[in-house]
């Protein structure tokens, strides 16, 4: 279903297979651009579908040393 392994918690009565974020369960990847993933989940108590933005978080070393 999903392209990565993202698996936070797996709560009874849910495969272990299936990628999900607390009571969300991640459909498809939707979009990917050099800052953030856009995914697709459902809401498993209701059903509504909701986008997760999935932001990557990049720190460089360098540029803490040449601003001091």
């Known amino acids: 279903m999903s392209d990565d392994n993202t698996r ?3 709560p009874a009565g ?5 990628p999900h ?3 969300y ?3 498809k990847t939707i979009g990917k ?3 953030a993933k856009v995914k697709l989940a ?7 579908q909701v986008i997760f933005f999935i932001f990557f978080l ?3 070393l360098e540029h803490c040393f ?3």
Do not use: M, Q, W
């Open 21 to 23: 974020i607390g009571k």
């Open 42 to 48: 459902k809401h498993l108590p209701t059903g509504r």
């Open 8 to 10: 936070i918690a797996s």
């Open 25 to 27: 369960r991640l459909i």
């Open 33 to 35: 651009g050099n800052f």
């Open 58 to 60: 990049f720190y460089s």
């Open 14 to 18: 849910r495969s272990a297979d299936e």
């Open 66 to 68: 040449t601003n001091v």
